[in-house]
């Protein structure tokens, strides 16, 4: 297993490359957005199936959008984030375009993971997605990655902290015949009160 220091993946990341590092519920497969498209020939995952953009500071995430977020969005920030909610929230611009071809949306998330948290405060926002191939089950450790994909560079140190090794919850505001709201479109880890499910 190759695993490098930080300062080592940001410069792989720079050059369009992916890697991989713990999160605190399952392993991120990342690479700068606009080489988001890398991503799913790795994988080989359909096109039409997002990439969720991660990053350590609100602001980085809620700019990427282009356009402002829906009302209601800062209650759940601050019951989600960081930890285990990715939030689907409308968008419009490059980097959406890059991790959601044709769509109108982005999903956001902040890991609760100092190792992910110190990476991507150098890095700047990644564009990630679980790390296995597309139908196969998620890695769940860096041994479980090296035999998938053994190229891969991982985050050091080894081992990992080790995380829920269940996905995000995923909420997302949908405009339906009965105006807007808040939608769970996938309850994982985190336990959000009040939502449709």
């Not at 479980?144 to 190229?151: D, G, L, R, S």
Request: net charge neutral; charged share 15%.
């Amino acid at each position: 297993m190759a695993s490098y220091p930080s300062e080592a993946l940001v410069a792989i990341l720079e050059a369009g490359n992916p890697v991989a590092f713990p999160t605190d519920t399952l392993p991120a497969l990342a690479i700068k957005p606009q080489y988001a498209q890398r991503l799913w020939q790795l994988k080989q995952r359909p096109a039409h199936k997002p990439l969720i953009l991660m990053a350590a500071e609100v602001d980085q995430l809620i700019a990427a959008l282009m356009i402002p977020p829906p009302p209601g969005w800062q209650p759940l920030v601050d019951q989600g984030w960081p930890g285990a909610l990715t939030l689907v929230l409308p968008a419009a611009g490059p980097v959406q375009e890059a991790l959601n071809p044709g769509g109108g949306s982005l999903g956001l998330r902040i890991p609760a993971c100092p190792m992910a948290l110190q990476l991507l405060r150098s890095t700047g926002p990644l564009a990630t997605t679980s790390v296995n191939r597309s139908g196969q089950p998620a890695c769940t450790s860096p041994e479980e990655i090296a035999k998938q994909f053994p190229e891969l560079p991982l985050l050091a140190p080894l081992p990992w902290p080790t995380g829920s090794g269940k996905a995000s919850t995923v909420v997302a505001w949908r405009q339906g015949e009965n105006g807007t709201c808040w939608q769970i479109l996938r309850q994982g880890s985190l336990q959000m009160n009040g939502l449709e499910k």
